[in-house]
């Protein structure tokens, strides 16, 4: 089974290649609650505790005042002391300004869930990326060449449309006995 990143936000940070060709992260983030933090789409800004430069260069136009966003490590529950809950208190240019409702340190591969605004209807603005990055079409490409690949977990999901491009995408690299979940 192969999980493909789709339409994940990540927290760009420094990182080196550990021994077993994983990325690991120079430094760690510590945030507190109540601390003042910036999330940015601006690809120049230097990562700190206070400054979350993120991969997606529209992310403002998802965000209003109000809002919660979620921020963690790469496959959390949101309750350990790597997960991050922060409100928007506004958005302006290239920058979300925030507001930590909990104290956390932020390590390894740290992405980013722009939480809904209401329980009972999805009324937020959803990201347009798309559902198979070009470097999950790649390591699909690569991995299958080696190995049979049963399955295909894609990530964020959101309509039928979803699992027909992957299906297509399955089907013209003669995948066509791969399922798609």
């Not at 077993?20 to 003042?36: I, L, R």
């Not at 990055?133 to 060449?145: C, G, W, Y």
């Not at 080696?146 to 979803?162: P, Q």
């Amino acid at each position: 089974m192969l999980d493909t990143t789709g339409r994940e936000i990540m927290v760009m940070r420094e990182h080196e290649i550990d021994e077993k060709g994983w990325p690991e992260h120079v430094n760690n983030m510590e945030v507190k609650e109540g601390q003042k933090v910036i999330i940015t789409q601006n690809p120049e800004a230097e990562p700190s505790d206070e400054v979350l430069p993120v991969s997606y260069p529209k992310f403002t136009s998802m965000c209003q005042e109000g809002d919660m966003i979620f921020i963690g490590r790469y496959l959390v529950t949101g309750s350990e002391d790597s997960s991050l809950y922060v409100k928007v208190d506004k958005v302006e240019g290239d920058n979300v300004y925030c507001t930590a409702n909990n104290h956390a340190n932020l390590d390894g591969l740290i992405t980013i869930f722009h939480s809904e605004r209401s329980p009972d209807t999805l009324n937020n603005i959803q990201n347009d990326l798309p559902i198979m990055t070009t470097e999950d079409k790649s390591n699909i490409k690569d991995l299958a060449a080696e190995f049979e690949v049963d399955f295909i977990s894609l990530s964020f999901t959101r309509c039928a449309e979803d699992i027909q491009s992957a299906r297509e995408f399955l089907d013209s690299i003669n995948m066509q006995t791969t399922k798609v979940q």
